[in-house]
């Protein structure tokens, strides 16, 4: 029988966050799935307590910026306390062997079942939670526990490593730190021809600062004045959405950007099968905002497309520029813009991109290496219950 594992995680809800749900499915675990967002009423009243006490212990943590620093770390404590004790209470129900808590800012709240439980706590940090000012700055204290008390991180960059490790220094020994993309599933996407393919770009991602949607627009549109054909596909939702609209309408191309909304894999995959690239114009948003490693470019590389994005977080982890991909400056969009103009006149060049995208995410990006890379983490993490390695 599988080793128990104990996956904690915000929501299993959010359409963008595929990635949760891989890691709840393709583990080699048997592995139970504790989420913060789901209170069941007439489900088992521990799970409904725990609902509870992180709804209470995120109204504290948004309360104690405003009070003075001696209460505010009381309440801080208490806000990571009362989780902490009903996921212990969780843990002697379910007997798992290791836990594995997704995102920084979730994980401080539970911390405390280490010293209660023994149990071995990896923690699995994705993008804003080791960017963003408001974790990074008002959870620092908070973060210093945690990574104290972990014995392992997850991290999908080389430079959120360095973040994670340079939280660590309480640590009395040095903390393993697996660098790993979450991957994207070949037995989805797949079959992009580019070279076959309309002058048909494709983006993919919330409309929020950190995607850039707006600079994307300006990019294509900066293409679009000599290519009347080039047309241009935006997939997701987000409280930059509405400005995404006028500002297409202002730049003169509503006609040939299409707003597609929220698409599962399966659709995104087929788009992917009829477009001439992917656009990804990430950059670190107005309060520290960075994303990991987009899983929406893998996506495209393993799909065979390549890939116009920019140098930022993860990305060159993932794109070689001139070989996968054309990478630019965040926040050159005339740059971008010089870059679908090449896609979109020399589609062998786009095919070239493509198939070694293809084969360098079909080598070391998929959903299998990074399920085997922290299966192997969370085993050997297992073996030493009670130790921080």
């Known amino acids: 029988m599988a080793e128990r594992l104990l996956l904690l995680v915000p929501s ?38 725990y609902g509870l006490s992180i709804v209470v212990s995120k109204a504290l943590h948004r309360l104690a910026p405003a009070l003075p620093r001696c209460l505010a770390q009381a309440v801080r404590r208490f806000g990571t306390w009362l989780p902490s004790r009903l996921v212990s209470r969780i843990c002697r129900t379910e007997q798992p062997v290791v836990v594995l808590a997704e995102f920084g800012f979730h994980a401080v ?62 640590r009395t020994s040095p903390l393993p730190v697996l660098v790993s993309p979450s991957g994207a599933n070949p037995a989805v996407f797949h079959g992009a021809d580019p ?25 294509f549109a900066l293409a679009a004045r000599d290519l009347p054909e080039l047309q241009l596909v935006m997939v997701g939702e987000g409280p930059l959405l509405a ?6 309408i202002q730049l003169g191309i509503a006609e040939r ?10 659709e995104v995959a087929e788009l992917m099968r ?26 495209a590389q393993l799909s065979g497309l390549p890939v116009v994005a920019t140098w930022h977080a993860g990305i060159p982890d993932v794109v070689i520029d001139g070989e996968t991909g054309i990478l630019v400056p965040e926040g050159d969009w005339k740059a971008m813009g010089k870059a679908i103009s090449r896609l979109a006149a020399d589609p062998a060049f786009a095919e070239r991109l493509g198939n070694r ?9 998929t959903t299998g290496h990074h399920h085997d890379q922290l299966a192997t983490l969370l085993s050997r993490c297992a073996e030493r219950p009670g130790q921080k390695e």
């Open 195 to 219: 070279a076959a393919a309309p002058p048909l770009f494709l983006s993919v991602g919330r409309f929020v600062a950190k995607k850039g949607p707006l600079l994307t627009l300006a990019a």
């Open 109 to 170: 709240q539970i911390m405390e079942l280490v010293p209660a439980t023994g149990l071995p706590l990896i923690v699995h940090f994705r993008g804003a939670d080791a960017s963003a000012h408001r974790y990074l700055f008002h959870l620092k204290e908070r973060y210093e526990r945690l990574l104290e008390l972990s014995s392992a991180a997850v991290v999908k960059s080389e430079i959120m490593r360095k973040t994670v490790l340079g939280l660590a220094h309480r």
């Open 12 to 49: 299993l809800r959010a359409p963008s966050e595929t990635f949760i749900r891989a890691n709840a499915t393709g583990l080699p675990f048997d592995t139970v799935v504790v989420c913060a967002d789901e209170i069941p009423w007439s489900g088992p009243p521990l799970r409904t307590a």
């Open 357 to 365: 995208g293809r084969h360098r995410c079909l080598t070391r990006f």
């Open 274 to 299: 009829h477009s001439r690239g992917f656009l990804q114009h990430s950059l670190t948003a107005p309060d520290g905002d960075q994303e990991g490693s987009p899983v929406a470019v893998m996506e």
């Open 257 to 266: 950007v299409r707003f597609a909304g929220l698409r599962t894999p399966a």
């Open 243 to 248: 400005q995404a609209h006028q500002r297409a």
